[in-house]
């Protein structure tokens, strides 16, 4: 598995905890930036990037995080094809692959702390999607894009 990782500023201290921890589990990451938590930039450049990387498959998923995890989520979210959940408990990070196959995961971490976040970060990349139902509803969000990109 290849994870995809961005961030803004705000999300920078969080996106480093997270890439330690993939590394830690032997997962590939690539980081698509920024670089510092000091310097302010726009959420959506990364959003952006993260999500080009998945839906041209140079990586498998992408984690985003910035200071709520809400701004970057729905810059990627605007690339089509992308599905990215913003998560702040376990649960929801199960069934964000369990029944929506979200392909990208947001963190805010100025609303998380770090052993939540991580615990997040490993329920999401240790859940597969169920398919059958949840296939349909995926594929109806799917055909809503499509009608509106037309
Ligand atoms: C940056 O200050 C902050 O607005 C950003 O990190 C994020 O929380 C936006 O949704």
Redesign the pocket.
Same mark, same amino acid.
């Given at each position: 598995m290849k994870i995809g990782l961005g961030c803004?500023?705000?999300?920078y201290n969080l996106k480093l905890e997270i890439m330690r921890y993939l590394e830690s589990k032997n997962i590939e990451v690539v980081d698509y930036g920024t670089n510092n938590a000091e310097e302010s930039v726009d959420?959506p450049i990364f959003g952006e990037k993260v999500a080009d990387a998945v839906i041209s498959k140079d990586v498998d998923y992408g984690i985003v995080c910035?200071?709520?995890g *809400?701004? *970057?989520s729905l810059a990627a979210n605007k690339v089509p094809g992308i599905r990215c959940a913003v998560v702040s408990d376990v649960f929801s990070a199960k069934m964000s692959k369990a029944h929506n196959n979200a392909n990208m995961l947001s963190l805010?971490e100025?609303v998380l702390g770090r052993g939540l976040a991580l615990e997040i970060v490993d329920a999401w990349i240790n859940t597969d999607f169920e398919g059958d139902r949840h296939s349909r509803r995926v594929n109806m969000i799917t055909d809503i894009e499509d009608k509106h990109n037309k």
């Open positions: 803004d500023h705000g999300g959420y910035c200071g709520t *809400i701004g *970057i805010g100025r």
